[in-house]
């Protein structure tokens, strides 16, 4: 009987829906003053605060757009055999350092209005364990080193 989930399928799965958060990370960045005007009248925030939230919410569009285009790579390079390779590494810690500096952004942003720091308590949580994933791939890439100069 044929398997009707794979690993292959997963990946798939995972690349497209990165492909999808890519998109709607450039709708949100394009629409961004129209959200901050929204968000500023909606909840009452004080209407200075509208271009701080927006400075702060393109910086983190880009390190969403960075990540994801990091992610995606990343999934690239597992779908086609290559999982502990130093470029796997080096995407990891970017993705690590992008949630770090979102978890940052959305920090200062909670001074403006509040629920934004469980956005940057989720992004802080997300940058620590991709930073162990990162540790792991790092221990696994010089182990595979290590055998391949043995050999």
């Known amino acids: 009987m044929k398997q ?13 829906v990165v ?3 890519i998109a709607g990370s450039v709708v949100m960045t394009v629409y961004g003053p129209k959200i901050t005007h ?20 393109y910086a ?4 969403a757009l960075v990540m994801l285009c990091s992610l995606y790579q990343f999934l690239r390079r597992i779908e086609a055999g290559e999982v502990f ?4 590494v080096a995407a990891l810690r970017c993705i690590s350092w992008c949630c770090a500096g979102a978890a940052g952004f ?7 209005y509040l629920p934004f720091l469980f956005l940057a308590v989720a992004a802080g ?7 162990v994933l990162k540790n792991a791939f790092a221990q696994a890439v ?3 080193d290590e055998l391949d100069y043995t050999v």
């Not at 983190?60 to 390190?63: F, G």
């Open 125 to 131: 949580f997300m940058a620590l364990i991709v930073r």
């Open 19 to 21: 492909a999808l958060a």
């Open 4 to 16: 009707l989930w794979n690993d292959q399928r997963s990946i798939l799965l995972t690349r497209a």
């Open 38 to 57: 929204w968000m500023v009248t909606a909840h009452g925030l004080p209407p200075r605060s509208g271009p701080l939230l927006l400075g702060m919410g």
């Open 60 to 63: 983190c569009a880009a390190l």
């Open 106 to 112: 959305c920090l200062l942003a909670a001074g403006i």
């Open 142 to 144: 010089r182990m595979k």
């Open 85 to 88: 390779v130093s470029t796997n």
